[in-house]
């Protein structure tokens, strides 16, 4: 069971816009913590989509775009496209007495119909 | 450019341990805190600990403490993963990844397979 909760799958057709949603609690999103996104193809390195809750690093196409309000999260992607298909993890910091730990959701797998 | 190369796959027995490595190169590893992150098969991202190369300090998840090692060279800009006490349900994909602070792990390694079995 993950500390961020997302759907375990979302589709659309071309061109369309899809959301991906990842749900937290006070301890983690809800505390102000960053919120990061990342597009996983299998048997490859996760690459970094969204940092710092909605800011794309240089060479990620605006179609990506990142929101946060309150214990959640979201992940928006317009004018959908074949190769958009793949996993993608939120992945947050949640504070307990003992320190901070590194938290993912549980993974949503995108597929273009 | 900055690049973690990692070592290759493993194939181990239960109750061995596995060391993984991953060199850094294109910055300095004692920059920047490691993490360990895993994905078993048909499962989602896991994250195991970090180590702060230039202090060798550590942190693991709670899952993995006792189980797991985190250390580093810095002469060699290598940071190295060692799990214990391997389980069938130890196999998976192990990716080490660089944080930067307020980005999130903007560098990845390409993965290391360890199968136990």
């Known amino acids: 069971q993950s500390v961020l909760t997302q759907p375990p799958s979302v589709s659309g057709a071309p061109g369309q816009r899809v959301t991906i949603s990842c749900t937290g609690s006070d301890s983690n999103i809800g505390a102000g913590h960053d919120v990061h996104w990342y597009q996983h193809f299998p048997g490859t390195a996760p690459k970094l989509l969204i940092h710092g809750d909605t800011n794309r690093p240089s060479g990620v196409p605006d179609r990506f775009s990142g929101s946060k309000s309150g214990t959640s999260a979201s992940l928006a992607i317009t004018g959908l496209q074949a190769e958009d298909e793949a996993d993608y993890y939120c992945?947050?910091?949640?504070?307990?007495?003992?320190?901070?730990?590194?938290?993912f959701g549980g993974g949503t797998k995108l597929t273009v119909v | 450019q900055v690049q973690l190369a990692q070592s290759g796959a493993e194939v181990k027995k239960p109750g061995a341990s596995v060391k993984v490595s991953c060199k850094a190169s294109?910055?300095?590893?004692?920059?920047?805190?490691l993490h360990w992150v895993r994905q078993a098969p048909g499962q989602g991202l896991e994250w195991m600990g970090w180590?702060?190369?230039?202090?060798?300090?550590?942190r693991y998840a709670q899952k993995f403490k006792g189980r797991v090692t985190m250390t580093r060279d810095t002469s060699m800009n290598t940071a190295t993963m060692e799990l214990s006490g391997l389980r069938s349900n130890d196999t998976a994909m192990f990716f080490c990844a660089r944080k930067t602070a307020g980005r999130g792990f903007d560098y990845w390694g390409q993965g290391t397979l360890v199968i136990v079995s």
């Open positions: 992945q947050s910091y949640d504070i307990s007495l003992s320190g901070s730990d590194v938290v």
């Open positions: 180590i702060n190369p230039s202090s060798g300090g550590t």
């Open positions: 294109g910055y300095s590893l004692t920059d920047y805190y």
